[in-house]
């Protein structure tokens, strides 16, 4: 079975449709054989009964050659002599139409099966000319003629009978019954009328010919009983129409003569007129009967022929039809089915783009439309699916480009670090300006930045990196260790050399429990770092004025007041000496610079105001680079320059001194006191800071402060004495520690200021340091090496007069020079400062002991100085 | 939670010793030098430990590689002032585990160890 199942389609309907047109066509072929046959059978019926209907015309002719022979012979000759010859002549010609019937019959055919009979009858035909002589030469008796009459007729019925008697119509073979019952009816009136005839020629019959008559009159009515009980209505009728009359009475009275057999009182002529005349009758009948048979036959065969015909070509038609339609529908349901394998086939191969077209409206067509239906609602999915597909692509390329797009414009370094320490291939653009290379991509990012970063920072971020990606080190404790967190690069670029300031984070991106990338952020902070740089610049700018005003608050104005204007000048001259002196030697201009510049600085220095000190200390280093090369008329300019800044702060300060001033004339008394208190806290200050620079621990005493009542006008010079006194003993006055311990001293100095009460005419200040005082063998030696005095003369000086030696201008001990002392300007400013106030001065001092200097200042001073002041604030 | 505080400085002892005084941890030594720390680690096996790196004679580095021999499950915080970022990099390859510059407040201390105890929870 399951062979059957797995067949292709058109194997299965041929499995089922050849069978069938085979049982069809063999039906067919039975029915056509069948239908044949009807029709060959009444075709031979119809042949037969012609050729039957020849005998029994034969038969007729015979029964009445019979009778008359008969007659003839129980005459002796005298009557029917005629007669007999003219029958003959009739027979004889029946019997040739006969055989003409014959030669005209389908031998082979219809009658082949009859021809041993055929024969027969042929023989029997031929042996009337003997019987015939035998009869006229009255050789055989009357039982004779009437046996050799008989015996031919009945050959020839029953050659009838077995002619026509082979129908499968019933209604015809009922009719061949009855017509046969008639001839044989018919044959008995015929004997019987041969009987009749020779009883009625010789007038008598015995007992054996009665009996013999009796009996076929009886089979007669016997016969003709057969007949009316199956004879059809037609053939009653023609009985009943054509055998009656005078002449069947008359018959059936001389047949009551013969019966009674007395007297035969008719002539036998007569009986044989009237009884030919009934039997003539008869003979109507049976032509009456044979002609409807044959027409039936003939009907009957023609009807069978057309029928056969008929069924042939309505065959034929109906199966070129059946088959038209079956070929018709059988391929289009292959067809159908081809198409649904081929559409189904291309549908598993993934083509949707065409539809089935199925145009029948059979299942197979709601299949295709079904298919149809499935294959749009694939597309409408498929189309879903691309156009989710296509958004999604389409979200990315955005995505993309997005971050192209922030990549490409963000100011920040961007990248990726993987697990190999190798940098992304997408990295912003800023990458490339910072670092100012193209090489990114792919570079291990310890080897890029090897040429940018110092070895132990490499180092450092090469370890750094593993810990990184090491999943069990905490992110916050690694990067607290970045060592390239703010780095400084150098980068190159167009070749030019830059360096640059950056800051490098690293943020881990995990996925699972993985760290796959670094993110490396870049950001460029050189601006900012400058930025930082300048703003911390600026604030020093701004606590330098700041200081500048709490040094103007903290210093006697007079004081700065003086210095600014002394200094203004001095820095003025510098400049007009140069637009004066410019052919002289520029070296001799920068020592006389330097000079100036040094005596300001220390100046600056004893009044604390560190911002001037700071600032000529600035020049004197830029002079000294100077003055050990050659130098031009453009190297000066950048001493001017700097001289020219100075100036400026002069200034900046005098502005805001003259605010300061404006306060204190406001407050006038108030101002002197401040003054006179500052004064002593500038000179501790000086002290102070001296000691402390040159590491010389000094103590400072300010002895009788309320005493201190020094003019404002001398106020600043005679603090600048002080300082310069100061500046002295810090530096020449005071020993070192090691040579103070040897000599019993105290490892701290001292300095001593001290007012006497004051009188009416002058104040008494006393000057006086536990230095070493003065070595006169050692400022000999200098006055010598200066070229002050001749060694003779220093030989010859008393001490009183040597010691004066240091007031000379220009001298100094020193062989060192800084900001305080050495420059050989002390002592000689200390006397013309006094002698500038109008003022008297006397110096003590003891070699290793101390050193002593008092001071008779004067009250009333001279007021030209006034003036100069206003002059300096003015400007 | 067992502490070893390592600090050749005792300011910084007590400093680490007071901020800490409030979690559940409890200081089973201090040491003044790398030599008198790797004692108490092989005596008391401490869980953590606050390393400093520059001590006299055994440096905190070469501390580090013997506590590690002996105890190498002692999770290692180094505090210390040097801002060389290398070293610190070097402690961490030899098995620290946390790191915090001086000075140190309470804050950057507790968060520090709160951040060194999570690791260890979740392993």
Redesign the interface.
């Known amino acids: 079975m399951k062979v059957l199942y797995d067949l292709p389609i058109r194997i299965k309907f041929a499995v089922v449709l050849v069978p069938l047109i085979v049982i069809i066509i063999a039906f067919d072929y039975l029915q056509i054989k069948h239908n044949y046959l009807d029709y060959s059978d009444a075709e031979r019926l119809n042949e037969a009964l012609l050729l039957g209907i020849e005998i029994n015309h034969v038969v007729h002719q015979l029964q009445k050659e019979r009778s008359i022979s008969m007659g003839f012979y129980s005459t002796d000759g005298y009557d029917f002599e005629e007669e007999l010859k003219i029958q003959v002549s009739h027979t004889d010609s029946t019997i040739d139409e006969f055989y003409n019937e014959l030669s005209r019959g389908d031998v082979d055919g219809a009658l082949a099966r009859h021809m041993d009979d055929i024969a027969l009858l042929r023989t029997k035909f031929g042996s009337l000319n003997d019987i015939r002589e035998k009869v006229v030469g009255h050789q055989l008796d009357v039982n004779q003629i009437l046996q050799y009459y008989s015996d031919i007729n009945d050959e020839s019925l029953n050659m009838v009978d077995q002619l026509i008697n082979e129908t499968r119509d019933k209604e015809i073979a009922q009719q061949v019954h009855a017509l046969i019952y008639f001839l044989k009816a018919k044959e008995r009136a015929s004997i019987e009328r041969a009987i009749g005839t020779k009883a009625f020629s010789t007038k008598q019959m015995d007992d054996e010919l009665y009996s013999q008559f009796a009996a076929l009159v009886a089979e007669q009515n016997s016969y003709l009983d057969a007949f009316r009980v199956i004879a059809d209505e037609s053939s009653h009728q023609a009985f009943e129409r054509l055998v009656t009359g005078h002449d069947v009475n008359e018959v059936d009275r001389l047949r009551d003569l013969i019966h009674l057999r007395e007297s035969f009182g008719a002539d036998a002529s007569y009986w044989y007129d009237v009884a030919t005349s009934k039997i003539n009758a008869y003979k109507k009948v049976e032509n009456n009967i044979s002609q409807r048979l044959l027409t039936r036959t003939d009907y009957l065969a023609r009807t069978a022929f057309r029928k056969f015909w008929t069924f042939i070509v309505l065959d034929i038609l109906i199966g070129v039809i059946a088959f038209y339609l079956m070929s018709i529908i059988v391929t289009n349901l292959l067809t159908n089915v081809g198409i649904l394998e081929r559409f189904t086939k291309r549908i598993s191969k993934g083509d949707l783009s065409k539809k089935v077209s199925i145009a029948t409206k059979d299942e197979i067509g709601q299949y295709a439309k079904t298919f149809n239906v499935m294959v749009d609602e694939i597309n409408k999915s498929h189309n879903i699916l691309k156009k989710e597909r296509d958004k999604a692509k389409f979200l990315y390329n955005n995505i993309y480009r997005v971050s192209l797009v922030v990549f490409k414009n963000i100011h920040q370094g961007i990248f990726l670090l993987d697990r190999k320490y190798k940098m992304s291939k997408l990295y912003s653009s800023a990458m490339e300006e910072i670092f100012g290379s193209e090489k990114i991509a792919g570079e291990n990012f310890a080897n890029f930045m090897r040429p940018l970063i110092i070895p ?2 490499l ?2 971020l090469e ?2 990196m ?2 990184l990606f090491n999943e ?3 992110e ?3 990067n ?4 390239i967190e703010q780095v400084k690069i150098y980068s190159e670029k167009d070749g030019v050399v830059t360096t640059k300031f950056i800051r490098v984070n690293f943020t881990r991106i995990w996925r699972k429990n993985r760290i796959v990338n670094v993110m490396v952020t870049v950001s460029d902070e050189t601006e900012s770092i400058l930025l930082q740089k300048h703003l911390e610049e600026s604030e020093k700018r701004k606590k330098q004025e700041t200081e500048q005003v709490l040094s103007i608050l903290k210093i006697d104005p007079s004081l700065i007041r003086g210095f600014l204007y002394n200094a203004k000048r001095t820095l003025r001259s510098i400049s007009e000496r140069y637009e004066t002196d410019k052919e002289s030697n520029l070296q001799e201009l920068l020592n006389f610079t330097f000079e100036t510049v040094h005596s300001l600085k220390s100046n600056a220095v004893v009044i604390g105001l560190d911002i001037m000190s700071e600032k000529f200390h600035e020049i004197e280093n830029v002079i000294s680079d100077l003055q050990n090369r050659d130098i031009t008329g453009k190297d000066f300019l950048t001493v001017l320059y700097e001289i020219d800044d100075a100036d400026k702060i002069i200034d900046d300060m005098s502005s805001m001194l003259k605010k300061v001033a404006d306060i204190y004339r406001k407050y006038p008394s108030g101002g002197h006191v401040v003054s006179n208190i500052m004064l002593i806290d500038t000179l501790e200050r000086a002290v102070k800071t001296l000691s402390e620079k040159m590491e010389k621990p000094v103590d400072f005493f300010f002895k009788n402060e309320a005493n201190l009542v020094i003019p404002n006008e001398h106020i600043e010079t005679f603090k600048d004495v002080m300082i310069q006194l100061i500046r002295n003993t810090m530096h020449h006055g005071i020993e070192s520690k090691d040579i103070r311990v040897l000599g019993g001293k105290l490892i701290r100095g001292s300095v001593v200021v001290e007012l006497d009460s004051p009188s009416e005419e002058l104040i008494k200040i006393t000057y006086k340091d536990d230095g070493r005082g003065l070595d006169l063998t050692e400022i000999k030696g200098k006055a010598v090496e200066h070229g002050y005095v001749t060694q003779y003369e220093a030989d010859q000086l008393p001490d009183e007069e040597a010691a004066k030696l240091i007031f000379k201008n220009g001298f100094t001990t020193s062989d060192t020079v800084n900001e305080h002392a050495g420059r050989g300007q002390g002592m000689s400013a200390v006397k013309n400062l006094i002698e500038g106030m109008g003022a008297y001065f006397e110096m003590q001092f003891e070699q290793g002991k101390y050193f002593k200097l008092t001071i008779d200042l004067p009250y009333s001073g001279e007021q030209n100085l006034e003036s100069d002041e206003h002059e300096v604030i003015d400007s | 939670m067992r502490l070893l505080i390592v600090d050749d400085s005792s300011i910084m002892r007590r400093i680490i010793e007071k901020h800490l005084n409030e979690y559940e941890i409890e200081i089973i030594g201090m040491a003044a030098d790398g030599n008198e720390a790797v004692d108490l680690v092989k005596k008391k096996k401490p869980d953590v430990i606050t390393l400093d790196i520059t001590m006299p004679g055994m440096d905190g580095l070469a501390c580090l590689d013997e506590i590690m021999k002996i105890h190498p499950k002692a999770k290692v915080m180094i505090i210390t002032a040097l801002a060389d970022k290398l070293t610190g990099l070097r402690a961490l390859d030899k098995g620290a585990r946390g790191f915090l510059y001086k000075p140190v407040n309470a804050g950057d201390l507790a968060k520090a160890f709160d951040r060194l105890l999570k690791r260890n929870e979740n392993k």
């Open positions: 132990r920072d180092e450092a370890m750094f593993k810990h069990d080190m905490d916050d404790v690694v607290q260790l970045n060592p």
